[in-house]
């Protein structure tokens, strides 16, 4: 007896040394704290969000910060599926939702049942201006031509995005209606699943009459001369494109600023979350990042912890009123 008491007195320390030995690092990490994360982007791949989900993904791992990081989309209802999964995996410190206003947008306009107040909030990363952009062939050579062919027939007019309602795409159009004198409700608005992934062939081939998304996600076209941009939606010019004149530039009294983050399942341990802070900040400071960030044409928007939540509670409220306001909830 005092044998077999022994013998299970040995196995309970030898489990105890390994839990303690595992202390530091996330459960199945294979030894290394930052292995094996995974990021979830709520659209398609293409998309702004999964876009800026790979460079960190790729940035990290070039860098040395994390290696074997997963990056998998799980599309649906403008994002709130990916959130709703999100939410649904709680404690779970290995896990990460790219994500920004879009997702507070939809969860409002859709009346989600689960919101972004319930996760944990990590980063905002980047902001980045919209852009308002046609086919090279469009009839529209200026924002001024655009406006004045959107105030004779505001039905007859197709703006795409690549949002849901709720999201940038479409919260800036129905702002810029309103900017112009064109009631938000009137604008005939076809909603796609990620800028650079449907929204790109509707507007290619005429399906809409001219875009708005992230600047990033058309710049490849842009340089190719598929498309024109005819403005952007920040404050200043962008240093990608410096001869497209913004909207204040171009007479209307507008700026609207999309932005994207990180946040993580609710109930995470804080060490998880300040290893999730740790691993962006690396992301932040590193060259390769800032190279990207000139690349895509992203502004540096780096917030962590609780400068973050305090932001974040800010904008989801913004996002409520502003949806209620335009009579999309």
């Known amino acids: 007896m005092r044998g077999r008491t022994r013998a299970l007195s040995g196995l309970l320390a030898a489990v105890l040394s390994l839990l303690v030995g595992a202390c530091g690092t996330w459960p ?6 930052d292995d094996g994360l995974r990021i979830l982007v709520p659209n398609t791949p293409g998309g702004g969000y999964d876009t800026t989900a790979r460079t960190v993904a790729r940035v990290l791992e070039e860098t040395g910060s994390a290696s074997d990081m997963e990056v998998f989309n799980l599309p649906g209802a403008g994002g709130t599926v990916g959130l709703r999964r999100t939410v649904d ?11 920004g206003l879009g997702v507070l947008g939809a969860a409002h306009v859709q009346g989600a049942k689960v ?15 919209e852009a308002v952009v046609v086919r090279k062939d469009s009839p529209y050579r200026t924002l001024a031509d655009l406006v004045a062919g959107w105030r004779r027939s ?20 129905m702002a810029l209606a309103g900017a112009v004198g064109i009631q938000p409700k009137k604008v005939r ?17 005429g399906r809409v009459d001219f875009a708005t998304s992230g600047i990033g996600e ?9 498309l024109r941009v005819l403005a952007v939606t920040s404050d200043r010019p962008v240093a990608a494109l410096p001869r497209v004149p913004t909207l204040k530039a171009a007479g209307i009294d507008l700026v609207f600023d999309n932005w994207r983050g990180i946040v993580a399942p609710p109930g995470i341990s804080s060490a998880d979350r300040e290893r999730w802070i740790e691993v962006l900040t690396a992301l932040h400071t590193s060259r390769q990042w800032k190279a990207e960030l000139t690349r895509h044409g992203w502004t540096d928007a780096f917030t ?7 932001y974040l509670a800010r904008q989801d409220k913004a996002v409520a009123e502003l949806v209620g306001h335009l009579g999309l909830d």
Request: charged fraction near 15%; hydrophobic fraction near 35%; proline fraction near 7%.
């Open 218 to 226: 058309f710049l490849d076209q842009i340089a190719a001369g598929q």
């Open 89 to 99: 995996e709680r404690g779970n410190g290995r896990l990460a939702l790219q994500m």
């Open 115 to 129: 919101t972004v107040a319930r996760t944990t909030p990590i980063a905002r990363l980047i902001e980045e201006p």
């Open 28 to 33: 199945g990490s294979g030894g290394t704290a």
């Open 304 to 310: 962590t912890g609780g400068a973050f939540a305090t």
């Open 154 to 173: 505001p039905g007859g007019v197709t703006v795409g995005g690549g949002s849901s309602l709720g999201g940038p795409d479409h919260l800036l159009p």
């Open 189 to 205: 608005y076809a909603a796609y699943d990620g800028g650079g992934g449907d929204l790109l062939p509707a507007l290619l081939d």
